[in-house]
């Protein structure tokens, strides 16, 4: 006999528990260290943000550099 449908009886119709999905919302920081994380994330969220930005940065300056050198024939200097 196969199984057809969503998915087993004893499983359907039941959504997963907030800790078993990945991108559920954290609760409200309450202590010291609960106040250490939040910082450290947003910390780490924005420098992320900042290294993604220099990244494309730098790829217009090497598109801009290759394009003085073979197109104008300009220094790179």
Known sequence: ?????????????????AATRPYAR???PEGPI?????????LSRLSG???????????????DMVIERFVFNLTTV
């Open 26 to 28: 954290a609760e409200r």
């Open 1 to 17: 006999m196969t199984r057809r449908g969503r998915g087993h009886r004893a499983t359907r119709g039941k959504r997963p528990a």
């Open 49 to 63: 943000v900042v290294a993604a930005g220099l990244i494309g940065l730098a790829v217009l300056v090497v598109c």
């Open 34 to 42: 609960d106040i250490y994380v939040a910082i450290v994330a947003l």
